[in-house]
């Protein structure tokens, strides 16, 4: 629950030492990211002030008063001219990752989702090059900022698709899973971390209703065993999403013409292996 909302101040008394505990732990793999990409403490910590003032600002207004410097910093700890300054119109830090996944990602979405480019069984038909249920119309139904032919060469090339024999394109994988793009695989760090602890956070701070959030947890195994659950994770995790993200559209489609949509709906699906002492932190 957004202590705004409850009239309380977070800032006041300590934090649980439950919550630190927590933090400590999921910073841990996060330092190891950080510290590989060469992102030290003191950028980090710039970085930090500014995401503290921003989220205060934006998320613990008190109702019918307006946000102060001085009240940024009771919550945050921030200096207050630091608070200031960063306030000041024009200081607002340029957001420096992407707003949308890439265009090769939504339309590998479409493949997977739209109808009219799946087979009876559901899963993603073989399409021509042009011509009506090719992937031209593809992507022109989803973009007509890029040739067809160019993204269709990123894809082969990333092998995500590819051609048959027969002249038909085929699609790889049933996911965009970005190799050796950086830009890609940062956006989807991101993305992807930030609603997952979003939710989590949400669950913990007593958010209603509670946001679905569970994972299995399983130790005592040999390498040969991780292998398999990872197979078996991966095979039934896809089945999952492709048919979610079958329904998403379809639903997208009904609320477009209904005119109600506004909403964003994210499920995702993880897994990690290590150590038994790992703790979590990859090491």
């Given at each position: 629950m957004d202590p705004a909302t409850k009239g309380t101040d977070p800032a006041v008394g300590g934090p649980?030492?439950?919550?630190?505990?927590?933090v400590r732990r999921l910073l841990g793999p996060l330092a190891r990211v950080l510290i590989h990409f060469g992102i030290t403490f003191p950028t980090l910590s710039g970085l930090l002030k500014t995401v503290y003032v921003e989220v205060a600002e934006r998320d613990f207004a008190l109702p019918g008063k307006p946000m102060t410097d001085s009240r940024v910093t009771l919550l945050t700890g921030v200096h207050r001219?630091?608070?200031?300054?960063?306030?000041?119109?024009?200081?607002?830090?340029?957001?420096?990752?992407?707003?949308?996944?890439?265009?090769?990602?939504?339309?590998?979405?479409?493949?997977?989702?739209?109808?009219?480019?799946?087979?009876?069984?559901?899963?993603?038909?073989?399409l021509p090059r042009a011509g009506e249920g090719s992937f031209e119309t593809l992507v022109a139904g989803i973009s007509k900022d890029i040739r067809p032919r160019a993204l269709l060469d990123e894809l082969l090339h990333a092998g995500l698709v590819r051609e048959r024999a027969d002249g038909l394109l085929e699609l790889v994988v049933s996911a965009h899973l970005p190799r050796g793009d950086l830009d890609k695989t940062a956006y989807y760090f991101g993305r992807n971390l930030a609603d997952h602890v979003a939710a989590a956070g949400a669950n913990l701070?007593?958010?209603?209703?509670?946001?679905?959030?569970?994972?299995?947890?399983?130790?005592?195994?040999?390498?040969?065993?991780?292998?398999?659950?990872?197979a078996e994770a991966e095979r039934k995790g896809m089945e999952l999403l492709v048919h979610l993200n079958a329904l998403a559209t379809e639903l997208a489609t009904r609320d477009a013409r209904a005119g109600t949509g506004g909403h964003r709906f994210t499920t995702g699906l993880y897994l990690y292996d290590g150590p038994d002492d790992s703790g979590g932190t990859g090491s």
């Amino acid at each position: 629950m957004d202590p705004a909302t409850k009239g309380t101040d977070p800032a006041v008394g300590g934090p649980p030492p439950a919550v630190l505990a927590a933090v400590r732990r999921l910073l841990g793999p996060l330092a190891r990211v950080l510290i590989h990409f060469g992102i030290t403490f003191p950028t980090l910590s710039g970085l930090l002030k500014t995401v503290y003032v921003e989220v205060a600002e934006r998320d613990f207004a008190l109702p019918g008063k307006p946000m102060t410097d001085s009240r940024v910093t009771l919550l945050t700890g921030v200096h207050r001219k630091d608070v200031s300054r960063m306030r000041a119109p024009g200081e607002a830090a340029a957001d420096v990752a992407p707003v949308s996944p890439s265009l090769g990602a939504q339309v590998l979405g479409g493949w997977l989702a739209l109808a009219e480019y799946r087979a009876p069984d559901g899963a993603p038909r073989p399409l021509p090059r042009a011509g009506e249920g090719s992937f031209e119309t593809l992507v022109a139904g989803i973009s007509k900022d890029i040739r067809p032919r160019a993204l269709l060469d990123e894809l082969l090339h990333a092998g995500l698709v590819r051609e048959r024999a027969d002249g038909l394109l085929e699609l790889v994988v049933s996911a965009h899973l970005p190799r050796g793009d950086l830009d890609k695989t940062a956006y989807y760090f991101g993305r992807n971390l930030a609603d997952h602890v979003a939710a989590a956070g949400a669950n913990l701070t007593g958010a209603a209703p509670r946001h679905l959030e569970r994972a299995m947890f399983h130790d005592g195994l040999s390498q040969a065993s991780v292998e398999t659950l990872r197979a078996e994770a991966e095979r039934k995790g896809m089945e999952l999403l492709v048919h979610l993200n079958a329904l998403a559209t379809e639903l997208a489609t009904r609320d477009a013409r209904a005119g109600t949509g506004g909403h964003r709906f994210t499920t995702g699906l993880y897994l990690y292996d290590g150590p038994d002492d790992s703790g979590g932190t990859g090491s």
